[in-house]
């Protein structure tokens, strides 16, 4: 069995979460036993948006929650509505899911403000893809939540052929969101998903 290198010793004290060395274990060797290992540490800031790409299948859920785990983050992620349907919805609350109305996004935007706000250190997840589906224009949502939450954006990729989620460096906003959508996009082009074919 490959063992994972994913540990909080890749996070900054001030950004660690709540998961206790039960679930730290269970997320590591969740990653081991899929083969995958996390390269690289995040980056020592008060906050932290990360950018996950490409998002290509079901299995990239259970092997960001066993990084979640192995990293022992405190990080609150943004997922679809549908997810959080009555009965489940507890569940990927307790895992720092916000649930995404994309018919109000500005409600959206205020609550994720507001939890920075109550957090001292925190780490904001976003696919910004928003579908499994390949798609051929990103939206900038991320980049105005960055940009409100004064919040560093880190890429973290994901790829299948290595396995291996590799945390990138501090992306710095040019202000033209086309421009920047353009370039992000074509740095997680360096990269294939589980199912290559929709990365």
Do not use: C
């Not at 589906?133 to 960055?146: C, E, P, T, Y």
């Not at 396995?163 to 040019?174: N, R």
């Not at 033209?176 to 360096?190: A, E, G, L, R, V």
């Amino acid at each position: 069995m490959k063992l994972a290198k994913a540990s909080q010793n890749q996070v900054p004290q001030h950004l660690r979460g709540r998961w206790g060395a039960f679930f730290q274990w269970l997320g590591s060797s969740t990653l081991s036993v899929l083969g995958w290992q996390v390269s690289g540490n995040i980056p020592n800031e008060e906050r932290i948006l990360i950018i996950a790409a490409p998002h290509t299948s079901n299995w990239d859920f259970l092997i960001a929650v066993a990084t979640l785990f192995a990293l022992n983050i405190n990080m609150k992620w943004l997922g679809k509505k549908s997810l959080f349907i009555p009965g489940i919805a507890w569940f990927f609350k307790w895992l720092g899911g916000i649930p995404v109305d994309r018919k109000n996004p500005a409600s959206l935007i205020n609550h994720v403000v507001e939890l920075v706000h109550k957090e001292k250190g925190l780490v904001i997840g976003v696919a910004p893809e928003g579908s499994r589906k390949k798609i051929d224009r990103w939206k900038s949502g991320f980049l105005r939540i960055a940009k409100q939450t004064k919040s560093k954006i880190v890429f973290i990729s994901i790829d299948s052929p290595s396995k291996t989620l590799t945390i990138g460096e501090i992306f710095e906003p040019s202000g033209d969101n086309d421009k920047d959508i353009n370039f992000i996009m074509n740095y997680f082009k360096n990269f294939k998903g589980i199912n290559p074919d929709q990365s």
